[in-house]
Each structure stands twice: as C-alpha cells, then as structure tokens.
C-alpha cells in the first residue's frame, strides 16, 4: 500500500497489512513473549482508534511513558489495590507500546526521537517500580518498632535493584552502540542472527536460560504481577509488605547474576566481533 494512497478510515486487514508487517511480528527481542498470545491481536484496535485522531506516534509513546509511571504511583496505594491497579496500568503500557510503532507506522513518521522516547519510557519505568516498591515496604515496616530497623536496608536494597535493572536493559542498547560506534551493521532482531552453538558451555547455559527464563521477570509487567502476589501473600498472612520485602532481598541478588550472564554472553558471542 502506498502512503498517499492509505485511507483516513481504514479497516483492520488494511492496518495489519502497514503496521504488523511479518518483519515487526517475528523481533525476537523487541516484541514481549505477549505479543503473538494476545497483544498484537487487540493493539491493532487501539491503533485503528488512534489513527483516526490527531495524536502523533510519539504522543502515543508519551501516554506508554504515563502508564509506566503510573504503576510505580499505584504501588504507593496500601493494601492489594494498589499492586491490582498497577497491573492493569502495566497491561495498558504494552498496548501503548505496541501502538505508537504501529501509528508511526501507518504515517510514515518513524524517527529517532521516537525511538529516543520510548527508551526513556522503559527504563525510567522499570528503575521506578522498585524504588516505589522500596518505599512501600518502608512505610510498611516503619510503623512497628519491631522492624523499623529493617526498613532503611531494605530501602536501599530497592535502590540497588533499581540501578542493576535499568543495567540489565542497558546491556543490549550498549551491543548496538559499539557496533554502530565500530562502524558495524546493525543486528537485525531474529532468532538466526542470535542462534548459538549448542557444544560449548555458553551455548548450554543460554539453551538453558530457555526453560528457565528468570531474565523475563524483570520487566514492567512481570514485575507488577509478583508484587501483587507478594501483597496478597502480605495479606494472607496479615503482616504487610512483608511479602515485598523478601521480593527485593531475592530480586536484587539474582538480578546481579543476571547482569554477570547477561556481560559474559555479549562479550563471548560474535555480536562485538
């Protein structure tokens, strides 16, 4: 379909033909594990929404970057209605996510500054749903005097959390930044293009990381959906944030391993060669 030829009002097969093009539906590592479940199969009606209004892609992204905030305000709400809150504003942050590249899309407007934005979004999300988890937990067990002294270090645990999950993100964007700065091509984001020899010891680990993807749980959503089951847990056992606060002291460490298996797979795969 040509751009100027693409109509003010178009059907569904017309946008999936423009916006979900075979090449954007099979990203390996840009699309989240939702995206063929569900996501791609309800965004296209939110972009169909979209396009027939005067928002810009990246005002799409903004409202993503809003949503994302939000779940780490959300989790400032005591109780499980906060955490509940959270993980429907996360849901609604994937479908903004899935949309603003679809209108973008469907206008021709793709840019660098949108792509700019959208980093921003996810990383300043994801640094601000532990710092507020941190601070719930902190609230939480600063009002008994029996674990006020586990409050602070448990705060800054959420602190540390913070910074190893906006580095864990990082990671990836640093491979295409030194390529780009190496004068290399860009990774396209397929399965082949990261397949790894199965014999060597890396290439079993990674296998492995497969069936059991701890890695995926440090995103927006998943992370929203394990402190609402930590504060039902909290609940449930009528001591709050006490679920939370064994979240952080579990996350953080395996967090750093994370980070150490994600440096030591970048710096032994053929990416930085």
């Not at 020899?197 to 990381?209: N, Q, Y």
């Amino acid at each position: 379909m040509v751009d100027g030829e693409r109509p003010k009002n178009p059907t569904l097969e017309q946008l999936r033909e423009v916006c979900q093009p075979p090449e954007v539906r099979s990203r390996r590592n840009a699309e989240h594990w939702t995206a063929e479940l569900y996501l791609r199969h309800i965004s296209i009606y939110l972009t169909a929404v979209l396009v027939r209004t005067r928002i810009s892609a990246n005002g799409v992204t903004g409202l993503m970057i809003l949503a994302g905030w939000g779940i780490s305000l959300a989790l400032l709400i005591p109780g499980i209605w906060g955490p509940l809150l959270a993980v429907v504003l996360s849901q609604l942050q994937l479908y903004f996510d899935c949309s603003d590249g679809e209108v973008a899309r469907w206008r021709s407007t793709q840019s660098p500054k949108g792509i700019f934005i959208d980093m921003v979004g996810h990383h300043t999300t994801e640094a601000l749903i532990p710092l507020a988890l941190g601070y719930r937990v902190f609230r939480e067990l600063s009002n008994s005097e029996a674990t006020y002294l586990q409050a602070w270090p448990t705060l800054f645990i959420a602190a540390c959390l913070a910074v190893l999950l906006v580095l864990n993100r990082s990671q990836s964007l640093m491979v295409h930044a030194a390529r780009g700065m190496a004068g290399l091509d860009k990774l396209p984001d397929t399965a082949a293009a990261r397949a790894v020899s199965t014999t060597t010891v890396l290439g079993r680990l990674r296998v492995l990381a497969r069936f059991l993807p701890f890695h995926k749980l440090l995103h927006a959503v998943e992370l929203s959906l394990l402190v609402l089951a930590c504060s039902v847990a909290s609940a449930i056992l009528g001591e709050p944030g006490l679920g939370e606060k064994w979240m952080i002291w579990i996350l953080c460490p395996a967090t750093i391993l994370v980070n150490i298996g994600h440096f030591v797979s970048s710096m032994a795969s053929s990416r930085l060669k």
